[in-house]
């Protein structure tokens, strides 16, 4: 097979029919083997009618109904579990992204060889405050902290060789740094094409301003995840370290200050009554807190069942 679109959604019941006849239209004009995987993130309006009425209709369809709503991540990860195409598209289902651009990605794929190709919504059909521009400014941070030089990390529309979308675990709200998982796993050839963004055509958008506080956070879990995962002791050691020498720093100040007034006979504050007393005590704690802290995070990482999985590529024997 050589396309499988993967379209979560969750209260789009209006723009589904219309979705799935431009989908067809466009495989059909490029003689593409395909299928449409559907995943119904708990509805609560009539979408899993809809979905269920288009697989009678177009047996390259199939649907996954979740009993509730679980979030994006969770209907990617299991549209990416039964994927059967060399190429594997996701887009939204409000029709925000448009299923022409499919021929193109499916060609950088296989032809221009990139793992992964993410689209640009260059011109975006949304309103500037609430979208435009803390999107920008979300992409510049996230292209700082991962070295992966994308416009729009968090376009819908992207394309995949089948073997990423196999060995990425997307989850919590992790649909937003794919990219990072996937040069994580080891598949470092990412690009990125300029998408035509069409303006929501019904409905309301599904994602609201917690966004901005969930985005941070899983920036973090995911530059910890990628980075530490299998060796926690590597980033609690240098802050325990850091902290270590802080409250080091701070003892030797009080250390070299008591001396040099006992030497010239000056009676002077006790040491417990200077700040720098508590900040080295504290610094000193809390040092020993992220040490044991690594010191766990190794021993559960040593435990685990995985901690010698790795992703292989290819592999001969003789």
């Given at each position: 097979?050589?396309?499988?679109?993967?379209?979560?959604?969750?209260?789009?019941?209006?723009?589904?029919?219309?979705?799935?006849?431009?989908?067809?239209?466009?495989?059909?004009?490029?003689?593409?083997?395909?299928?449409?995987v559907?995943?119904?993130?708990?509805?609560?309006?009539?979408?899993?009618?809809?979905v269920?009425?288009?697989?009678?209709?177009?047996?390259?369809?199939?649907g996954?109904?979740?009993?509730?709503?679980?979030?994006?991540?969770?209907?990617?990860?299991?549209?990416?579990?039964?994927v059967?195409?060399?190429?594997?598209?996701?887009?939204?289902?409000?029709?925000q992204?448009?299923?022409?651009?499919?021929?193109?990605?499916?060609r950088?794929?296989?032809?221009?060889?990139?793992?992964?190709?993410?689209?640009?919504?260059?011109?975006?059909?949304?309103?500037?405050?609430?979208?435009?521009?803390?999107?920008?400014?979300?992409?510049?941070?996230?292209?700082?902290?991962?070295?992966?030089?994308?416009?729009?990390?968090?376009c819908?529309?992207?394309?995949?060789?089948?073997?990423?979308?196999?060995?990425?675990?997307?989850?919590?709200?992790?649909?937003?740094?794919?990219?990072?998982?996937?040069?994580?796993?080891?598949?470092?050839?990412?690009?990125?094409k300029v998408?035509?963004?069409?303006?929501?055509?019904?409905?309301?958008?599904?994602?609201?301003l917690?966004?901005?506080?969930?985005?941070?956070?899983?920036?973090?879990?995911?530059m910890?995840?990628?980075?530490?995962?299998?060796?926690?002791?590597?980033?609690?050691?240098?802050?325990?370290?850091?902290?270590?020498?802080?409250?080091?720093?701070a003892?030797?100040?009080l250390?070299i200050?008591?001396?040099?007034q006992?030497?010239?006979?000056?009676?002077?504050?006790?040491?417990?009554?200077?700040?720098?007393?508590y900040?080295?005590?504290?610094?000193?704690?809390?040092?020993?807190?992220?040490?044991?802290?690594?010191?766990?995070?190794?021993l559960?990482?040593?435990?685990?069942?995985?901690r010698?999985?790795?992703?292989?590529d290819?592999?001969?024997?003789?």
């Amino acid at each position: 097979m050589d396309i499988s679109v993967v379209v979560p959604l969750y209260n789009e019941e209006e723009s589904l029919s219309e979705l799935a006849a431009w989908i067809k239209k466009v495989m059909e004009a490029h003689h593409f083997s395909y299928e449409i995987v559907m995943v119904d993130d708990g509805s609560r309006d009539k979408s899993w009618q809809v979905v269920e009425n288009l697989q009678k209709e177009n047996p390259n369809i199939k649907g996954i109904k979740f009993r509730r709503n679980y979030g994006k991540s969770a209907a990617l990860y299991c549209g990416f579990d039964i994927v059967q195409g060399d190429v594997v598209i996701t887009m939204d289902a409000d029709l925000q992204d448009s299923p022409d651009e499919i021929p193109e990605l499916f060609r950088m794929i296989k032809e221009d060889g990139f793992d992964l190709v993410s689209g640009w919504k260059k011109k975006r059909r949304d309103p500037v405050l609430t979208k435009n521009i803390p999107s920008k400014f979300y992409n510049w941070t996230v292209r700082r902290l991962t070295g992966i030089r994308l416009h729009d990390m968090n376009c819908g529309l992207k394309a995949y060789r089948k073997n990423v979308v196999k060995n990425i675990e997307v989850y919590g709200e992790m649909h937003r740094y794919i990219p990072v998982l996937a040069k994580w796993a080891g598949y470092k050839k990412i690009g990125e094409k300029v998408v035509t963004h069409s303006e929501r055509k019904y409905g309301v958008t599904k994602f609201g301003l917690e966004r901005f506080i969930r985005g941070p956070l899983d920036l973090l879990s995911v530059m910890f995840i990628s980075r530490f995962v299998k060796r926690p002791m590597h980033f609690f050691g240098i802050l325990g370290i850091f902290m270590v020498l802080i409250g080091l720093a701070a003892a030797v100040w009080l250390g070299i200050q008591k001396i040099i007034q006992l030497r010239h006979g000056i009676i002077g504050n006790l040491i417990t009554d200077s700040p720098y007393f508590y900040i080295a005590l504290t610094s000193m704690i809390i040092g020993a807190q992220f040490f044991l802290a690594g010191f766990l995070g190794d021993l559960i990482s040593r435990s685990s069942s995985d901690r010698n999985k790795y992703q292989i590529d290819q592999q001969t024997f003789d």
